[in-house]
Structure formats: C-alpha cells, structure tokens
C-alpha cells in the first residue's frame, strides 16, 4: 500500500480510478468538492470568466494535489473547474477523509507537505503575476514543471501564464537565442 492509500486510509484496490483525458471532474458551482490525488497523469484547475475566457490557475502532474480548497474547507459551491488533460489515474478523496483526526504523526507530515508544496507554489505564481516579466514567469513554470512544457500545448502554458500563445512563443525564441 503506498503512502497516499495510508494517509486517507484507502483501500488499495479501490482507492484509484482511471478517467479518460477531457473528462471534467469537477465544474464551478458544483457543491463542496473533492481533493484528487494524480497517480499518473495530469489535471488542470481553471476558471470561466463572464467573457467566456479560460484562466488555467494551477496544474496537477503525478504526486500533486488538486483541491478547491474554499469549497472543501468552507462547504462552498465549487469555483474552480477540473479537467484532466491526460488519461489519469486518479485517488479521489472526500472531505471526511482529509481531515481525518487520527492521522499518525508521520501521515500528517506527509499530507502537510503536499499542501504546503501547492501552497508556496501558489504564493509565488501570485507573487510573479503581480511583479514579474512575463519571462520570469515562464522561467518559473519551467523550474516548478520542468516535464510539462513537452506534455503541453503552448495556449494552455501561455494561459496559466496570462499572456497570449505568441507572446509565449517570442520568449521562447529568446531564451533559445541566448543559450
């Protein structure tokens, strides 16, 4: 049994489950969400806006959480959209199983530092997004998912980026210029 199945206490056998990439986990507005766990595979965290336009907030590659962690934590409708952009192996885990109060000091490490892994990356996206080039932000994408950028389309990385796919593609020009 690996640590994830420990830490919620799982059954190994149907613990993780497989969903096919395109397949939306979760939309906003759906009530008080789920956390997943990505075994394998890779997720996408985004919203809508009143324009109809994506706005990609997190990834969720293997060994990463994804979470609508207002929804979880204050049982608020979901604001967040989930879609797997990869076939997935997936643990699902509900808000009961999360906060769990007979956690062993060892599975609260663990969980902890998930969560604080995604937190300090979201700290810092936010952070960049405020003060950064559009450079900089795309040289910190690559050092937090140094594997996506060749499982990526360059709309989806320039989305999360918040800059335009041609942007994206003269920053590319330039750095491999400079090499």
Same mark, same amino acid.
């Given at each position: #049994?690996?640590?994830?199945?420990?830490?919620?206490?799982?059954?190994?056998?149907?613990?993780?489950?497989?969903?096919?990439?395109?397949?939306?986990?979760?939309?906003?507005?759906?009530?008080?969400?789920?956390?997943?766990?990505?075994?394998?595979?890779?997720?996408?965290?985004?919203?809508?806006?009143?324009?109809?336009?994506?706005?990609?907030? #997190?990834?969720?590659?293997?060994?990463?959480? #994804?979470?609508?962690?207002?929804?979880?934590?204050?049982?608020?409708?979901?604001?967040?959209?989930?879609?797997?952009?990869?076939?997935?192996?997936?643990?699902?885990?509900?808000?009961?199983?999360?906060?769990?109060?007979?956690?062993?000091?060892?599975?609260?490490?663990?969980?902890?530092?998930?969560?604080?892994?995604?937190?300090?990356?979201?700290?810092?996206?936010?952070? #960049?997004?405020?003060?950064?080039?559009?450079?900089?932000?795309?040289?910190?994408?690559?050092?937090?998912?140094?594997?996506?950028?060749?499982?990526?389309?360059?709309?989806?990385?320039?989305?999360?980026?918040?800059?335009?796919?041609?942007?994206?593609?003269?920053?590319?020009?330039?750095?491999?210029?400079?090499?």
């Amino acid at each position: #049994m690996n640590n994830i199945n420990i830490l919620f206490n799982l059954n190994t056998d149907s613990a993780s489950k497989i969903y096919k990439k395109g397949t939306i986990l979760q939309r906003a507005g759906d009530p008080s969400s789920h956390l997943y766990y990505v075994k394998k595979g890779l997720l996408k965290s985004y919203t809508i806006d009143k324009k109809g336009k994506e706005h990609i907030f #997190m990834f969720a590659p293997e060994g990463w959480l #994804m979470s609508d962690i207002e929804s979880q934590e204050f049982n608020k409708e979901a604001v967040l959209f989930f879609e797997c952009l990869e076939d997935s192996d997936l643990i699902k885990i509900s808000k009961e199983q999360s906060t769990r109060d007979d956690l062993s000091k060892e599975q609260y490490l663990h969980m902890s530092s998930l969560l604080l892994r995604r937190v300090g990356v979201l700290q810092r996206r936010i952070i #960049m997004l405020m003060s950064a080039s559009a450079k900089e932000r795309y040289e910190h994408f690559l050092e937090t998912y140094p594997e996506l950028p060749n499982r990526l389309p360059q709309r989806l990385i320039a989305s999360y980026l918040g800059i335009t796919p041609e942007a994206l593609s003269k920053i590319r020009g330039e750095m491999l210029r400079e090499k």
